[in-house]
């Protein structure tokens, strides 16, 4: 059966810091592959996805993921974050034809 | 734009309570869905919805039931409320057969007591 990790529920990162919030999937299958992001009291929105084609993805925000396939990971980054970046992101997984199995989420903190 | 809304931002019930939650999208979109979010559990899903009258258990279907009469509108039915049904409800919508990018409404956030 499918999974998603995310391995940390909390990420505290200094205003203008790097950052990447892990996420790894487990399936047998070809996946696509999701980040969403929610902010505070808002519904969720999609930040980018893999489908297929080049591993690096970047989404809207300045946010990027790399799909990774032998280390079944799908990573975000952002170079530069802005304190506008606290959210709770979601990373998801589908099999091509399956509903989404979600990931835990990971909290943003921007300190300032 | 897609807009995905839903009746209440928050509601307060008590336990026994038959509570109706409301979801209507604007994008003639054929799947829809019902979530529950709880903190460090992610996403639950609940019920989907794949076409008028057509309904799907998700991974949490108990205590729960939904109605989807007209394709813009997909109810979340709690029978009989409980403390433990007090969570975060999200419903989404997508188009096509490969339900992949999901369009969310805002959550309705439902306490009973």
């Known amino acids: 059966a499918q999974s998603v990790t995310q391995l940390d529920s909390q990420v505290p990162v200094f205003e203008e810091a790097p950052v990447e919030l892990r996420c790894n999937y487990s399936?047998?299958?070809?996946?696509?592959l999701f980040w969403y992001v929610q902010y505070p009291n808002q519904g969720l929105q999609l930040l980018l996805k893999?489908?297929?084609?080049s591993t690096l993805v970047k989404g809207i925000n300045g946010f990027e993921a790399e799909f990774n396939k032998s280390q079944t990971s799908f990573h975000l980054r952002k170079p530069s974050v802005h304190i506008s970046d606290t959210a709770e992101y979601f990373c998801?997984?589908?099999?091509?034809?399956?509903?989404?199995?979600w990931g835990a989420g990971t909290k943003l903190i921007i300190k300032p | 734009d897609v807009k995905v809304t839903q009746s209440s931002r928050y509601l307060v019930k008590r336990t026994g309570e038959k509570v109706f939650l409301e979801c209507v999208q604007d994008?003639?979109?054929?799947?829809m869905f019902w979530y529950r979010q709880d903190p460090g559990l992610g996403l639950r899903l609940i019920y989907f919805?794949?076409?008028?009258?057509?309904?799907e258990k998700g991974d949490i279907p108990e205590g729960y039931s939904v109605s989807r009469e007209k394709k813009e509108r997909f109810s979340l039915i709690l029978e009989s409320a409980s403390t433990n049904q007090t969570s975060m409800y999200l419903c989404?919508?997508?188009?096509?057969?490969?339900?992949?990018?999901?369009?969310f409404g805002p959550g309705t956030r439902l306490t009973v007591t």
């Open positions: 989404a919508s997508t188009g096509g057969w490969r339900s992949y990018e999901q369009y």
């Open positions: 399936s047998s299958v070809s996946v696509y």
């Open positions: 919805s794949y076409d008028v009258k057509m309904k």
């Open positions: 893999y489908l297929s084609g």
């Open positions: 994008m003639d979109h054929e799947n």
């Open positions: 998801a997984v589908s099999e091509p034809e399956y509903q989404l199995i």
